[in-house]
Nanobody, 119 residues
Framework: QVQLVESGGGSVQAGGSLTLSCDVP????????FGWYREAPGKQRELVAA????????YADAVKGRFRISRIKNDARTEDLKMNRLTPEDTAMYYC????????????WGQGTQVTVSS
């Protein structure tokens, strides 16, 4: 089954930065939404940031002004999430996701990459 592949996670101190990358091995459609999610222990998976081919990015309130999702484009195989001024509350498993807004069954996830921020 086609899957996305994340990379770039790791351990950093509070205030540091990390860039996550997601390998997307197929064409992105105009009806697709690409997003980054995270799941902390004991918490539900939550949307961090999302973007479409021709749309503006959206961010969770907790990461606005600190995280930046790259514009998605079909001539670049990877899509990035730049994370700045990290805090311990950002510690989670991060997942990338590509889903269609009109095609049922078109919903792909990566296996996740761990981000740990120490105080």
């Amino acid at each position: 089954q086609v899957q996305l592949v994340e990379s770039g996670g790791g351990s950093v101190q509070a205030g540091g930065s990390l860039t996550l990358s997601c390998d997307v091995p197929f064409v992105i459609l105009e009806s697709d939404v690409f997003g980054w999610y995270r799941e902390a222990p004991g918490k539900q998976r939550e949307l961090v940031a999302a973007i479409t081919l021709d749309g503006s990015p959206t961010y969770a309130d907790a990461v606005k002004g600190r995280f930046r999702i790259s514009r998605i484009k079909n001539d670049a195989r990877t899509e990035d999430l730049k994370m700045n001024r990290l805090t311990p509350e950002d510690t989670a498993m991060y997942y990338c996701n590509l889903r269609s807004t009109i095609l049922s069954g078109r919903n792909f996830w990566g296996q996740g990459t761990q981000v740990t921020v120490s105080s």
